[in-house]
């Protein structure tokens, strides 16, 4: 397919398994109490820094903002985009236990095995050893197997992001492993040079025309009323 096919693609796959589905998250899990583990010390405090007071509608939100508008759609975010790419025919599910997926490199034609994440700071400094690990197993079996692979076909592929956003700990990586962010992934993945920068654009314009249909307000209004008539509270 062509790129303006391929950005087509891919922005429905946005709105559809990114997007559309938080909302349905947001109004079928995280409006339900019984989808949180509650610090009962912490989401008193929360609740009167957001509603100067001890209230329902303040546990509410103290519980369901950090959850809807950080951890739940974050978390799911490079799943779905490691999904997206298995099913769109850009790469495989990679057989090799600690990568994610296998694409051809449409810059230099060589077999990838990448390990997908997020954004330039989304690794600990103790995530960086057990990563290399990963590299350097998928490297032994490699010789084992007699398969022609060297360090630059072991890549950390991040999917935002520019090279200068790195932090220190994928430049530790970098220094035995490529790490390929942003446009320069997209480009080896897509084979399309500009693809990242037209993909964001495209992005921009599809979330501005998007509906709210107020879903945000409708989930922390329905969990406020679960919990003023829940036991665990003791509002008087």
């Not at 912490?42 to 820094?49: A, D, G, H, N, T």
């Not at 599910?93 to 034609?109: H, P, T």
């Not at 490529?178 to 897509?190: M, Y």
Request: charged share 25%; aromatic share 10%; with cysteine.
């Amino acid at each position: 397919m062509d790129e303006t096919q391929l950005l087509n693609i891919v922005k429905s796959y946005f709105k559809e398994k990114i997007f559309e589905n938080h909302k349905k998250n947001v109004l079928e899990n995280h409006s339900k109490l019984k989808s949180y583990k509650i610090n009962p010390i912490l989401v008193k405090y929360l609740s009167k820094i957001l509603e100067d007071d001890f209230t329902p509608l303040g546990i509410a939100k103290a519980l369901y903002y950090p959850r809807v508008l950080g951890t739940s759609i974050n978390t799911s975010f490079g799943t779905r985009i490691q999904n997206m790419f298995v099913e769109l025919g850009l790469a495989n599910g990679s057989l090799i236990k600690g990568m994610d997926i296998e694409f051809i490199d449409k810059i230099d034609n060589r077999k990838k095995w990448c390990q997908l994440k997020s954004g330039p700071n989304t690794i600990n400094s103790e995530d960086v050893n057990p990563l290399l690990k990963k590299f350097s197993t998928v490297a032994n079996l490699a010789r084992t197997n007699s398969i022609n692979l060297n360090n630059s076909d072991l890549i950390l592929g991040v999917l935002y992001g520019e090279e200068s956003q790195l932090s220190q700990h994928y430049k530790r990586i970098d220094e035995k492993h490529p790490v390929i962010i942003g446009k320069e992934f997209w480009h080896r993945l897509t084979g399309y040079p500009n693809f990242y920068q037209k993909l964001v654009r495209e992005l921009d314009i599809l979330i501005l025309s998007l509906g709210n249909e107020d879903f945000f307000k409708r989930g922390y209004m329905a969990l406020a009323k679960e919990i003023e008539s829940s036991s665990s509270f003791d509002f008087s």
